[in-house]
Each structure stands twice: as C-alpha cells, then as structure tokens.
C-alpha cells in the first residue's frame, strides 16, 4: 500500500517554472514505476510523464518533451516534476500516481493503483 500527497502546485506567469513534489508513504515505494498525469478544465486526465522503477527510463508527452523533468529519490521516498517554460496549455490539476505497467503501456491510466489528490497548477499573466 502506497499513499501518495502532491505539493508545489500555484499560480505563474507563461514562460516560468514551477517544481512539483509527491511524497510517497508506506512500503516498498521504489518498486514502483512512478507517473505524473494532469487535468485540465472541462478534459478528460492526460499522461505527462512517467519513470521507471527497473533502469530509471523516462517517458514524457509529447506536449512537455523538452520542458519538463520527472526525477524520484527513492531514499526519501519523494517523486518530483520540474516544470520549465510553462504556458497557459500547462494549466491543470497535476497528480502523481505510481503503478506497475509494462513500457509499452507506461501511459495508461488504468495500469496505476495509487494516486495523489491533485495540486493545481495556473499558467496566466
């Protein structure tokens, strides 16, 4: 079992950066392929990025390629999003989530179990 609680979500001008960061509670957290999904207003929940437990892979959107960084610290059971050059299309209720799927399904919601309440993130001027 895995609870999961988001922070570092706010409000940021286009162009600027935001850090998000998940802190994992309960066992076995670096077993786990870890993900960050997002929500937008009137959206269904999209993939953003995803890292894996077994070789450390990364697989991003292709929306935030070249923008955003997902890195974990397995030690201290923390999982974290670094957003760069944000726009106002980056505004959503972030989640992070963690789960066991299978590369080629890394982006498949379903394949997750845990999941985070969300932390909003504001891209506006």
């Known amino acids: 079992q895995v609870q999961l609680q988001e922070s570092g979500g706010g409000l940021v001008q286009p162009g600027g950066a935001l850090r998000l960061a998940c802190l994992a509670s309960g066992s076995a957290f670096g077993s786990y392929t870890v993900a960050w999904f997002r929500q937008a207003p009137g959206k269904e929940r999209e993939f953003v990025a995803a890292l894996r437990s077994v070789g450390g892979t990364t697989v991003y959107a292709d929306s935030v390629k070249g923008r955003f960084t997902i890195s974990r610290d397995n030690a201290k059971n923390t999982l974290d999003l670094q957003m760069n050059s944000l726009n106002p299309d980056d505004t959503a209720v972030y989640y992070c989530?963690?789960?066991?799927?299978?590369?080629?399904?890394?982006?498949?919601?379903?394949?997750?179990?845990?999941w985070g309440q969300g932390t909003q993130v504001t891209v506006s001027s």
């Open positions: 989530a963690a789960g066991k799927p299978i590369l080629s399904a890394i982006r498949t919601e379903s394949l997750y179990y845990y």
